[in-house]
């Protein structure tokens, strides 16, 4: 017990003296949620429109009454509403020149102009509609049927941050710290000691998998403390997604030390593993807008039943058998893997 | 020179020999604008795996023609129109317990009597006709599924009113794109030069620490000053593997883009190779910047991961940026890839700069000047 407290002693003191990991375990949460949802979550914020009226009707400025979520700009003349529109001063510009409404996109904003085109056929409707002095005949209601009330962008990719958090803390504790030791030669001897394999694995992946654990937590925390998003949490489950998370990504470490045996080239090889993961899980790009091809693959991927079940966890979406029993599955992978990398490399003749 | 050029190569082979280099300087800058590309391209063109359900509770011509509407849109591959199952007792609520679960986007629910409700608003002025679009708020597919289908009634809506002749004005939208040149831009073409703009910028700011701060750390560099080697002719070597390896990069990134995707960015335009060249100047200044500040090679590594994605994200390299808070606005105009993004797509004809074109130029220049010169004061080759 005293060589198992010992190991966890030292493999902390690694980390404070590591400025790569700190970086990664502490900044790197802060930086992806503070940018992100500064970009995308800001999409919230009112759309700003640009307009020049070339003879100004009472039923056209009316019309734009209608809408109180957009903020409105008046330009004297279409060219300075189209250089405003250009340097992103206002999202899109509607020209009224008393017979047709022209409708200035922003070339480069390729991902936002399909909903500006949209926004400004809604307001040339209400103008058509309010000039003919009639409403609208048909109302559409849109309801929310998501689990979570007041759901919002953050409720989505941040238990998809914090399955990646763990994910990334559990590979690299074997892919990276465990096969870093083995290949700088500084296993072997430690195994030669009294202490048992088993013991200094469990310290270096306790410590690895606090951290792991203390990340998520972090992201869990900045996005309460920055944008103020809450979730309904399932402790019991959160635990179960969290510690099959954790031995699923460690089992997936193991597996990367299996298979890229050169020294230097395991953590590398997580690296890029965690990166394909990152991408292809659903957890930044919508699981919906990839290549059918892409979407078959991030199927196989632990990645996407991780974020799905800390979303479920999160009280976010609907937690089915099909999440739950590959999360399982997932977990048992890591047992499997993780024996297995005991009897191959924690021993002093292996080390 | 011949030391240089010796060493140059030499710098260059490593790159190529080393699997983490070979992986994240030459191969990912291609993955991800490939999958950039697929992904974006795909939604650009309208392509989605979007599911949505009609539920027709009225079974009315008019709500018959408001699903034929719906299906139309869809047939061109926007989203696939799911039907309920016929054993379904309550479709509505079917569709709720779908939508809700995720294994449908969004669902129409027409009610009943929405054909008299809509039949007789002309006339009696009653309250439109409600419909229900059910969908997950806050998840992009389930948001882009509602907004379809909510535009698709109102447009429905609309031509039932044209149709009575009811509508006395109907109004043309012209549609017209700003900045830039006149023609389509595509996204492959938008993000072409942000992915070339990260490959200099993680080329400069990684590898000038491997080769300054990890060598002399390793007591590499200790023994290349065994021999008539200077300091100058070894960073020149270094420089010069640099500007070998960001023009392969350049080309390779193009050339991606040019046969796979059929992206037309004109980078042998003067302008465009300015920027280029300044990007590169910026990059290989802030490695050295970095180098001088970081006494061992995990300073230097957390510092250049500090700088690395933020200033990507915050330069607009992969999405373009409207508004942003105060704080991060300075950020974004203090931020040399903004500038050298921008700079590069407009000198492209892909968008108008946001900021005057001297403050384009000045911005990263600055930069380049600063880190340059502080870094030659403080850099230093062997240990103390």
Known sequence: MRAFLAILASQLRVFFRNRTDLFFTLALPLVFLAIFGFIWGGRERPTNVGVVFASPEESILAALSDFPGLSIQHFSDREKLALAVARRQVDFGLVWDGEKFVLLLNRGRIQDNPEFERLGREIVRAAELRASGLSSPIEPVRVHVGKLIAASWFHYIVPGLMAMAILQAGIFAVAGRMAGMRERGILRPMLATPVS????????????????????????????????????????????????????????????????????????????????????????????????????FGRVLPAYYMAQGFRAALGVVEGGAEILWASLGFGLFGVIALFLFGQLFLRPEKG | MKAALALGLSFFRISLRERESLFWFWIFPLLLLAFLGAVFGRVEKGEMDLVVALVDLDCSPLSQALCDVVREIGGGGLFRVVEVPEAQGNPGEWAQREVREGRIHAALIIPRGFSITLQGFPLSGSNPAPVEVLYRRGEAGSSTAASILYEAAEEF????????????????????????????VAYVEFVLPGIILMALFVNGIFNVPSAIVLTKQM??????????????QYLAGFALAALLMSVFQVLTIWALGYFAFGARVPLLRPEALLYLLLAFGVSLSLGFLISALSRTFGTAMALSSLLNLPLQF??????????????????????????????LRSSLGLETVSFPKWIGLLVPLLWLLVSAVFSGKRIRLTEE
């Open chain 1, 197 to 296: 394999g088993w013991s200094l694995f469990l310290g270096v992946g306790l410590i690895r998998m606090g951290l792991g654990f203390f990340s998520a937590g972090w992201n869990f925390a900045l996005a309460r403390l920055l944008f103020g998003v809450s979730f309904f949490v399932n402790p019991a489950l959160l635990l179960f997604y969290a510690l099959v998370c954790a031995l699923g990504a460690m089992g997936l470490g193991a597996l990367v030390s299996f298979v890229v045996r050169k020294p230097g080239s395991a953590s590398a090889a997580g690296m890029i593993l965690t990166q394909i993961m990152l991408f292809l899980s659903g957890i930044y790009i919508p699981f919906e807008f990839l290549p059918s091809i892409l979407q078959a």
């Open chain 2, 157 to 184: 809506g609309r031509a039932f009113l044209a149709e009575a002749g009811l509508l006395r004005r109907e109004i043309p939208v012209e549609k017209e794109l700003v900045g830039g040149e006149e023609r389509p």
């Open chain 2, 219 to 232: 007591k590499i560099l200790r023994r290349y000053f065994a021999t008539p080697l200077s300091g100058g």
């Open chain 2, 314 to 343: 915050l330069g607009g390299l992969y999405f373009p940026l409207a508004f942003l808070p105060g704080p991060l606005r300075i950020v974004m105009a203090l931020n040399p890839l903004t500038h050298l993004a921008q700079g």
